[in-house]
């Protein structure tokens, strides 16, 4: 190779060399660029799925809301020449109440349940787990029994009404019921009971309140669970023949 060639061979290699930084740094550029960008985009991206999946639940409410009435109206018309009208209507609605797909007022009692807040790892001796002083699924299920056996026909934790189909469930520190993530405190209602020995010595509010968790009981003469506002799906169930 004679030196002029050797000369243009070194030139197209610095060209190269320089061609190929440029490279670089343009698609460094381009994805700091894309980065940067990214939450923006992921951000308008989220809100506009919570808007999607909000004007679907507005649109599903709507149309539950509207079935209701036209049962209602349905009801009425089907019941006003008959004679047992009045006693059927009664059954209806104790039924409904039994279901949850009714508001139902009356003797109850509320209860609040709130984690021991003076609990930490330091005050807890070491054969004790410190979850024990936290309010769990277990004792808002536990708390449910307690009310049922005591009569109560409608329950709400946090306002969300305690149905057949209703789950309590945990997940790390977040508790769902119905779907519908709730937290402490805890306000459970309950109609329709007697509920004289809730506090009984041994009975499970006697047992939280060993643990340092708060637990507030308040009667009342005129209290009100609220309906369950969601949509009963019997996905497995079917009407027998």
């Known amino acids: 190779?004679?030196?002029?060639?050797?000369?243009?061979?070194?030139?197209?290699?610095?060209?190269?060399?320089?061609?190929?930084?440029?490279?670089?740094i343009q698609v460094r550029t381009v994805q700091s660029n894309i980065s940067i960008s990214n939450p923006d985009y992921a951000d308008n991206e989220l809100r506009d799925e919570v808007l999607k999946s909000k004007e679907r639940y507005d649109n599903a409410y709507a149309e539950l809301e509207r079935v209701n009435k036209e049962l209602e109206e349905y009801r009425a018309k089907a019941t006003e020449d008959d004679d047992n009208a009045a006693q059927k209507e009664e059954l209806l609605n104790e039924d409904n109440a039994i279901l949850g797909l009714s508001d139902v007022t009356g003797e109850g009692v509320t209860i609040t349940l709130e984690d021991n807040q003076n609990a930490s790892v330091s005050s807890v001796d070491l054969e004790t787990d410190i979850s024990a002083f936290l309010v769990h699924e277990i004792d808002l299920l536990q708390m449910v029994n307690e009310l049922k056996n005591a009569g109560a026909i409608a329950i709400s934790i946090n306002d969300q009404r305690i149905i057949p189909t209703t789950s309590i469930d945990c997940a790390g520190n977040i508790t769902r019921i119905n779907g519908e993530i709730v937290g402490t405190p805890f306000v459970i209602k309950a109609v329709g009971g007697s509920f004289d020995t809730l506090e009984r010595p041994g009975g499970y509010i006697d047992y939280l309140r060993g643990y340092g968790i708060e637990v507030k009981v308040q009667k009342s003469n005129n209290l009100t669970v609220g309906k369950y506002n969601g949509v009963i799906n019997y996905k497995y169930v079917e009407e027998a023949n």
């Open 1 to 24: 190779m004679n030196k002029k060639n050797l000369s243009i061979s070194i030139v197209l290699g610095v060209l190269c060399l320089i061609l190929t930084f440029g490279i670089v």
